[in-house]
C-alpha cells in the first residue's frame, strides 16, 4: 500500500494542504503517521477521492466513436499561420494542446472562449511513476 504524505496529496489533486487536512479531519480521508511521524494518506483512496472530484462537463455531442478518451473543455489559445494552428484547451484540470491545419480551426469555427471536444485515440500511452521519495 502506497502512502502519499499531505503536501504531495494536495500538489497531486490541486488544492492546499490545509483542504487535505480538511478532509483528513471530516473523514473524507483517513490518515495515519509514517515511520518518521509525518501524517501520510493512502495511495488508493486518494486516487479513488481525484477520480471522484474530477468533473469534467459531458460530451454531449451523441456522437459514437471509439476513442475512449474524450475532454470537453473551453479554448485558450490559438496560433495559426496560413497552413497549421496550435490549439490549446482547458478541461478540467487538463492542459490539452493539438496541432491541426487552419484550414480545420476554421471548418470548427474555433475561437477563444469556445467549446470543444479533444478526442484522444493514441497507440501508445507511457505510465511513468516518479522516484520514492525516502
Known amino acids: ?10 500538489q497531486y489533486l490541486g488544492v492546499s494542504d490545509d483542504t487535505v487536512r480538511r ?18 494518506v493512502d495511495g488508493l483512496a486518494l486516487a479513488q477521492l481525484a477520480r471522484k472530484n474530477a468533473i469534467l462537463p459531458d460530451d454531449t455531442s451523441l456522437v459514437g466513436r471509439s476513442a475512449r478518451n474524450r475532454f470537453v473543455g473551453l479554448v485558450t489559445e490559438i496560433i495559426s499561420d496560413k497552413v497549421m494552428a496550435q490549439v ?3 478541461c478540467g484540470p487538463h492542459r490539452v494542446v493539438s496541432l491541426m491545419s ?33
Open 102 to 134: 487552419s484550414e480545420a480551426v476554421r471548418e470548427l469555427g474555433l475561437e477563444l472562449g469556445s467549446v470543444a471536444v479533444a478526442v484522444v485515440k493514441a497507440t501508445t500511452v507511457i505510465v511513468e511513476t516518479p522516484p520514492v521519495k525516502a
Open 1 to 10: 500500500m502506497s502512502h502519499i504524505r499531505i503536501r504531495d496529496a494536495a
Open 23 to 40: 478532509w483528513v479531519d471530516a473523514g473524507v480521508l483517513e490518515s495515519l503517521k509514517d515511520d518518521s511521524g509525518r501524517t501520510v
Open 88 to 90: 490549446e484547451m482547458q
